[in-house]
């Protein structure tokens, strides 16, 4: 039985994503300029390399990283570019509005579309959650609702907490995976803890994966650094992100060997465990001065995540209820919060050696992780409930998932 | 039955090949040296990550982009780097004679590099056309002769009618469009409306295509951008052909969910049409100063796009008898005419704001733009002639495309 | 049959990593800080990108041009990522040791990064000979050692000798294909070949390998000027190296025809040869002032190495019994032999043309050469008999590699 939608949802899509095209354009047209301004023309010759770093994260290592589910490798890939291509542009509006709106006008550089750019890192992590369950049409909704209000907690934190703007964007992580687990949970299906086999990878969709996995691996030292202003700053935050996601990936391979059944590896741990290093050590790249501690902080955060992983897996779906497609608790929720403890204790501990500095920033870091939590929190509530909502519902189809399918709306929550 | 060449063009091919080789080292060893000036040497630091940026859409970009064939995706990578190979040697040696001879001897640098590699750009647009369709004797003939005709094309558009080296490269899409097209109507056989087959991709194969189309996606802004000197018009260059990109891939996804009966997404239009964006706002990109105005040229490119690729399909074959094996005319032809068409616009308008700048600047662009559809087109049709010649056929084979044959000279017009 | 291993191996190799990790880490912290001083900060900006470029090929092209297997692409790409992020560190610690030690403290810096990285390549190189034959344990413990030696080499080279650090390092071909040879030579197996079988690839392997070959092709004038500090020697390296590398493309693809026995192109030829022409002019790229030579070396290393790729298979297992994998003789350590010698020629001829150069440096060249060759030798033979020990292997098992299994792992020497 071929699978069709109901007239009402193929005209909806369509129509939907080209009228928010038209808003953004307008918008544009209404408030957005160019910024000619020359501390900025000079700073992008050498800004330029390392957002093209961080442009291919988001466009290709986030999208290939979704791939490994072999059914599905294609459609992740393909919603993976729409998404990215529309948040790009809605995070310049809202970003645009809340930090570089003066007498009427926005004005936009390469750097503003770099920031936009890092933002949409926090949906693409939030779309590993809720991957196979949700409509093209909902991961839209949930891209524009997520990425205002992360806007607004980078707003709250750089306007009223004074945290500088590459710090404010290392939240990205954290707030991410904690929203898409909450959409996640709220989608939460009785029907899902049955079709294991959906899920499973091959070979080539997990060599796909990998290459997704490999790039984010690579660029990462540029994601922690590139917005980093103070030259000494920004290099030895290269170094830490270098050697602490290095030290995860050792993690990543031994912890997997050692708590598999039959002494294999296995792919979904390398994948995930490898980048925790990275994640970990993005709060404090810029602050650590030893070597030895970026390489600890790694090894931990990819021991926690591979743990992670397996840990709920086992008592997940029948007694909390959250289903983790990709595993991004682990690989981004995990980590991310051991790095943001980890730099707590690290300004603490700054603060005891030189009693020059107040240990009050201490509180206001505690404060701002505190809230990016809570926004991901509440905010992926909200958002699944809104989600649930009948109109987005594609009808449940018979045998949705052949191979020849694959470009269809993909919905892994309605039954065979 | 195995596939077996006559011994003629077996080692015709090799001797042929090596041959041009040797002629190329014979041409660099009597006329070319490398460029020491200073001025140059100074550029490279800041022009080498742009160069880079371009060499991977030229050299992975665009040969990952042609293996979406299910049976042919090796073969077009591979050729692919046979033909850019050979290509950048050769357009080094008819550009350095057309640009840089004086007093007997071609200086060239990273910068010639460059040039050379994007001009290649349009040869490899245009075998996007006639894939399949012909052996690698016949490509190479054919890259040579085109790079030939589009060095010409741009020394006529630089030294007789002034237009800068930048602009004169943003032809190549163009060019490359209707040459191939030209090349491959009259390449065109009675059989191929049958071997629709053949034609078809899959899972694997369409994600390596997607692997190519992100590439050449991400580093787009520096194809528009990395011969521009002035700073300023550089960096508008870059935002506005990022916007234009991503409004593009807006397009594609909307206008290819909207005509499909099924409500699927096709994956050649995601391939072509995303990448329509930044195809036509190369002409413009410098001097586009509003953000939304980008962003509908790339809007309007990829519904056209999406539009063109369809529409001929369904009426080509019997009535023109032209065969797109990748689509290029609604891939780089469509957009490259319409954003051609609003440059010259654009101009128009520029000069009645400003009435200091001369008029006469819009026929200069309308003239070149005339002169390189000419020059396509003509050129094309003389190659596609010069190729249907019987000696570099290879005689037609049973069982052609078998799926171990995937090295052998592919040939999609020869029957099965 | 399910593939089981001993408990003793599936808990000896996640300690010993664990182990290593935590000794690297110890070693860190007792000895290891971040290097400030402002002259390598003001490098950093122009350093990062070419840094870049050759992470991706350490990470990214290796891994992936050891994908090649059918039933072994996911492991060499797990693995080569292991043994790299083991490798980078060990390098670092090596390195700093030998070269920056001082006041009982090393300094590292982005500069020390890039130099690990760059040594990390002669090992993975060497993993290409014994691929499929040695299981992961073995493989750190030869990573390990022949890091040591390596760095010994470098050691001798730069201080003894009196070779600038960047000619140091373009001995890493050399010295990992002759190390993995002889690795690969003890550890020859008479049941080797018998099982042709396993060594076959299939179109995805082998297009995921040549996206691996596309990355190294791409960045190679990266990796033969990087840490050239003469402005205008660096960029005469990159250009050196383009042309090279494209000529070589060039000869891999005619020679390739021309021994076939039906005319197909074979794929592993164009793999390996493509990049000869990288390796043969890593000596001598930043001292070749025609194109033309650069050209023709090119040529001559990429036939080289198509021609030393057939020539040893045929005769090669009953007489010498050496195994390689991946072909690393034809693919780096045969180019790289003929680009020592033609250095060694240029630096006697540049002493002739200019009787101010001392012909004394020639001699040195011969005596780097060949303690390269020789350590590389000697090295590999002690490093393979020592891997012989009983206790790094898994036992027999039957049916090991199905297409299920792969992630265990891998041991192509041991029986069906």
């Known amino acids: 039985m071929a699978s069709q939608y109901p007239p009402s949802l193929r005209f909806r899509l369509p129509a939907f994503i080209l009228f928010l095209e038209a808003a953004f354009i307008l918008i544009f047209y209404f408030c957005f300029t160019y910024d000619h301004h020359k501390q900025h023309l000079q700073q992008h010759p050498t800004l330029y390399a390392a957002f093209q770093d961080v442009n291919v994260m988001v466009i290709l290592g986030f999208s290939f990283l979704l791939a490994f589910l072999k059914r599905y490798g294609f459609s992740s890939t393909g919603f993976s570019l729409c998404l990215a291509a529309l948040g790009v542009q809605w995070a ?16 936009i550089s390469l750097q503003s579309i770099l920031e936009a750019v890092m933002t949409v890192t926090t949906m693409l992590i939030s779309v590993g959650a809720v991957l196979g369950k949700v409509n093209l049409m909902q991961l ?19 306007s009223i907490m004074q945290i500088t703007s590459h710090m404010s964007l290392m939240y990205v992580h954290l707030f991410g995976a904690y929203f898409g687990l909450m959409v996640s949970w709220i989608l939460y299906h009785s029907s899902l803890s049955l079709r294991v086999e959906k899920e499973s990878s091959k070979p080539t969709s997990d060599t796909f994966a990998m290459l997704g996995t490999l790039f984010l691996w690579m660029f990462w030292p540029s994601f922690n650094s590139v ?12 170094c830490n992100t270098y050697l602490a996601i290095a030290a995860s990936s050792i993690a990543a391979f031994s912890i997997s060997v050692a708590t598999s059944r039959n002494g294999k590896l296995k792919m979904a741990h390398i994948q995930n465990a490898t980048l925790a290093g990275g994640v970990a050590v993005g709060f404090s790249a810029s602050i650590i001065q030893h070597p030895w501690l970026a390489m600890t902080l790694g090894l931990a955060a990819g021991a926690l995540s591979v743990l992670g992983f397996d840990f709920p897996k086992k008592c997940r779906d029948p007694a909390i209820g959250i289903h983790d497609t ?13 790095g943001g403890i980890i730099y707590i204790i690290l300004i603490v501990v700054n603060s005891w ?25 509440i905010g992926g509530l909200i ?8 109109c987005w519902k594609a009808p449940p189809v018979t045998k949705y998932f052949d191979d020849q399918a694959y470009w269809e709306f993909p919905n892994l929550a309605v039954g065979y």
Chains 1, 2, 3 share one sequence.
């Open 326 to 338: 990709r595993g991004v608790h682990s690989m981004f929720g995990l980590p991310s919060f051991l």
């Open 92 to 107: 310049l509006i809202v970003n645009g509005f809340l930090f570089h709106f003066s007498d009427g006008a926005v004005e």
């Open 353 to 377: 050696e030189n009693p020059s500095l107040s240990g009050y920033s201490a509180l206001i870091e505690i404060g701002a992780l505190s809230l990016s939590m809570a926004l991901g929190l």
């Open 227 to 238: 917005l980093i202003t103070n030259t000494k700053e920004k290099w030895v935050a290269v």
């Open 383 to 390: 958002t699944g409930f809104f989600l649930t909502f009948k």
């Open 140 to 158: 839209i909704w949930m891209a524009m609702v997520e990425l205002t209000i992360f806007a607004v907690n980078r707003w709250v934190a750089v």
